[in-house]
């Protein structure tokens, strides 16, 4: 299998797919509907999943599928190779106008993903990865920090998470907090240590973290469920038990640690 193809077609498709969310972007005209409370979606998030998915299975018919806009079948359980892609990551922030929105493409290959592709199409930042070869922001080597301590990390949240103050949780445990939009884009901070490390609260769908998680790994990071556990994609349930946590290892084990051991408390309440 030619990982080197299938990430440049990957990459150059989602830049055109950015194109298309740009259009409406900067217009500011387009149908903004509810799938549920909180939850909205525009006609953009649905055009760019079509270009998506036309363009990316014309070139590789013989792999799975599964996006956020897409209707799942389980068709995709019977293919080795599966797109996991979130057309915009962000459609909250892309609705309000914040350029803090992202075009997801992963790849996983048996539940692991081996290729990644995050765009920006504002900011033009273009995340990449291969399987064994490396992350890349552009055409830059991208690397997560080697902060050790909880105490001098850097953690970036979404905007939503914050208002909601669960990050009082291990606010008194970190150097500082710091707000984000798309669950992806906070990752790609994390992958070009721009950030120590992102926690969510939140359970998230495969399509907010394959092609993140891809790169992040490459970039010398980890993304986990709250209790340390890698995720395996093209599962049959696309939703998290927990939130996530992303950073290096140690990181990312000790937040683990600090988050498990907080929550004991609630299990040994009695009713």
Same mark, same amino acid.
């Given at each position: 299998?030619?990982?080197?193809?299938?990430?440049?077609?990957?990459?150059?498709?989602?830049?055109?797919?950015?194109?298309?969310?740009?259009?409406?972007?900067?217009?500011?005209?387009?149908? #903004?509907?509810?799938? *549920?409370?909180?939850?909205?979606?525009?006609?953009?998030?649905?055009?760019?999943?079509?270009?998506?998915?036309?363009?990316?299975?014309?070139?590789?018919?013989?792999?799975?599928?599964?996006?956020?806009?897409?209707?799942?079948? %389980?068709?995709?359980?019977?293919?080795?190779?599966?797109? =996991? !892609?979130?057309?915009?990551?962000?459609?909250?922030?892309?609705?309000?106008?914040?350029?803090?929105? +992202?075009?997801? #493409?992963?790849?996983?290959?048996?539940?692991?993903?081996?290729?990644? !592709?995050?765009?920006?199409?504002?900011?033009?930042?273009?995340?990449?990865?291969?399987?064994?070869?490396?992350?890349?922001?552009?055409?830059?080597?991208?690397?997560?920090?080697?902060?050790?301590?909880?105490?001098?990390?850097?953690?970036?949240?979404?905007?939503?998470?914050?208002?909601?103050? +669960?990050?009082?949780?291990?606010?008194?445990?970190?150097?500082?907090?710091?707000?984000?939009?798309?669950?992806?884009?906070? =990752?790609? %901070?994390?992958?070009?240590?721009?950030?120590?490390?992102?926690?969510?609260?939140?359970?998230? *769908?495969?399509?907010?973290?394959?092609?993140?998680?891809?790169?992040?790994?490459?970039?010398?990071?980890?993304?986990?469920?709250?209790?340390?556990? %890698?995720?395996?994609?093209?599962?049959?349930? !696309?939703?998290?038990?927990?939130?996530?946590?992303?950073?290096? +290892?140690?990181?990312?084990?000790?937040?683990?640690?600090?988050? !498990? /051991?907080? /929550?004991?408390?609630? %299990?040994?309440?009695?009713?």
């Amino acid at each position: 299998m030619n990982l080197s193809r299938i990430v440049e077609t990957a990459k150059s498709t989602a830049i055109k797919a950015g194109s298309i969310s740009l259009h409406y972007f900067h217009s500011k005209n387009f149908e #903004i509907k509810e799938k *549920s409370p909180n939850n909205p979606v525009t006609q953009a998030d649905f055009e760019v999943d079509a270009f998506l998915k036309k363009n990316l299975l014309k070139n590789f018919p013989d792999f799975g599928w599964l996006s956020e806009e897409t209707t799942d079948t %389980k068709q995709r359980f019977e293919n080795e190779f599966v797109w =996991i !892609v979130d057309p915009i990551d962000g459609t909250k922030e892309f609705i309000k106008g914040i350029a803090h929105f +992202t075009i997801c #493409i992963g790849l996983a290959r048996n539940g692991v993903p081996i290729v990644g !592709v995050i765009f920006n199409p504002v900011t033009k930042e273009l995340f990449w990865s291969l399987e064994n070869q490396g992350a890349y922001l552009n055409s830059k080597r991208i690397f997560t920090n080697k902060t050790k301590k909880l105490e001098e990390t850097e953690v970036l949240i979404s905007t939503n998470e914050f208002a909601k103050g +669960t990050y009082k949780l291990f606010e008194s445990k970190v150097k500082k907090i710091t707000t984000l939009g798309s669950t992806a884009y906070k =990752i790609m %901070k994390i992958a070009q240590g721009t950030g120590d490390l992102t926690v969510s609260f939140n359970r998230k *769908s495969e399509w907010d973290l394959c092609g993140a998680d891809a790169i992040l790994r490459e970039a010398g990071g980890i993304l986990t469920e709250h209790n340390g556990e %890698k995720i395996v994609y093209n599962g049959k349930n !696309v939703v998290t038990q927990t939130g996530i946590l992303a950073g290096n +290892t140690v990181l990312v084990k000790k937040m683990s640690e600090l988050l !498990v /051991k907080a /929550k004991e408390p609630e %299990k040994n309440k009695l009713f």
